[in-house]
């Protein structure tokens, strides 16, 4: 099977990342064509029973183009997707230098918090995955990275969510003692 990725699809968003849309209007499809392919991702992660979510539009709100495409995944539990939609998820992200996952949240609707949690986690569950590495993987070989990484960073993922109050991810830390 052939790699989703290419390196210079990678570098295709380094070389364009901060260019307003009218200086390389070229941009545009061919950004659009490395965001479809995350979107592949997202849509696998899907009938896998994730909900998720990507804006494949590779402009940011200023019209210039995105140094980071990126979508979110959330939890296979209904209760969890619910409770944690639109506030904390995990984050597969393509940049100029490779793929990130981790967890985040939506910040812009002002689920931001600065704590100590926040530092760990980032800290020890941050996944970076080189371009010259994810240049080698399918489009399976990456959805496998990513339930990999929702597995293995579980109970982070509901530390960071308890931050919030989401009592869905309260009761699963409590469960887990």
Not at 41 to 51: C, F, P, S, T
Not at 108 to 116: A, F, H, L, N, W
Request: aromatic content about 12%; charged content about 35%.
């Amino acid at each position: 099977m052939e790699a989703l990725f290419k390196e210079s699809d990678f570098d295709l968003i380094a070389k364009y990342a901060g260019k307003k849309k009218k200086e390389a209007p070229e941009a545009y499809s061919e950004l659009k064509a490395v965001y479809d392919k995350l979107g592949l991702i997202m849509q696998e992660l899907k009938e896998r029973g994730y909900l998720a979510d990507i804006r494949r539009n590779p402009t940011t709100r200023a019209n210039t183009y995105a140094k980071y495409h990126w979508g979110r995944v959330y939890p296979k539990q209904t209760d969890l997707q619910a409770a944690c939609h639109n506030k904390v998820f995990f984050l597969v992200g393509t940049v100029g230098d490779g793929i990130r996952i981790h967890i985040d949240s939506y910040h812009s609707k002002g689920y931001k918090v600065d704590t100590e949690t926040k530092e760990k986690i980032k800290k020890d569950t941050w996944l970076e995955i080189p371009k010259a590495e994810a240049s080698t993987y399918t489009c399976e070989d990456l959805v496998k990275k990513v339930e990999d990484y929702i597995h293995e960073n579980w109970v982070a993922f509901n530390q960071f969510a308890r931050e919030f109050g989401i009592k869905e991810s309260i009761e699963v830390l409590e469960k887990s003692r």
